[in-house]
């Protein structure tokens, strides 16, 4: 199965993120798992892949301006209807803004017609609620949880698709 994990990343602290999840993702079991910026996009991969994740540094508490333009215009593409999604967000500081970021992406998203998955408080702890956050490219415990969300999320994905 193909998972695709799309993000915008500025200073390159959501792009390791997304590295961070992948890496969970592929210990999950039999699952191939792209990473992908927004800029360059394996249009064909993505349009095969059974599930997606997609990150955002966090902007004035929102997903950045250029992921918003993606979803906006460009995910149309990838035909995500009936498709698990999640998302995650990373930040320059403690404090919150992050959550409201995933939040965003999670109601563009919705409208696209996916499925929304976090696993969120079901597998215990740690818990990944709406989906994994970081602190830039986030500290030891944040990438552990990074990995954990991507090997929990790709288990679904496996187990529906």
């Known amino acids: 199965m193909k998972i695709s994990i799309i993000y915008h990343s500025e200073s390159g602290n959501t792009e390791k993120v997304a590295q961070f999840i992948a890496k969970g993702m592929i210990n999950a079991g039999d699952v191939n798992v792209k990473c992908m910026s927004i800029d360059s996009i394996d249009l064909d991969y993505a349009k095969e892949s059974s599930a997606f994740i997609f990150g955002s540094p966090t902007y004035m508490a929102s997903m950045s301006w250029q992921m918003k333009k993606f979803i906006d215009t460009e995910s149309k ?39 929304i998955y976090s696993a969120g408080a079901s597998k215990g702890a740690p818990y990944t609620h709406v989906g994994t956050v970081a602190i830039k490219d986030g500290n030891e415990f944040e990438q552990e949880r990074a990995e954990l969300f991507g090997k929990r999320f790709a288990e679904k994905a496996l187990e529906l698709f």
């Open 77 to 115: 593409k990838l035909n995500m209807e009936g498709k698990m999604c999640g998302v995650f967000a990373t930040a320059n500081y403690f404090g919150g803004g992050a959550e409201i970021a995933e939040l965003s992406m999670i109601g563009q998203l919705l409208v696209r017609g996916v499925l």
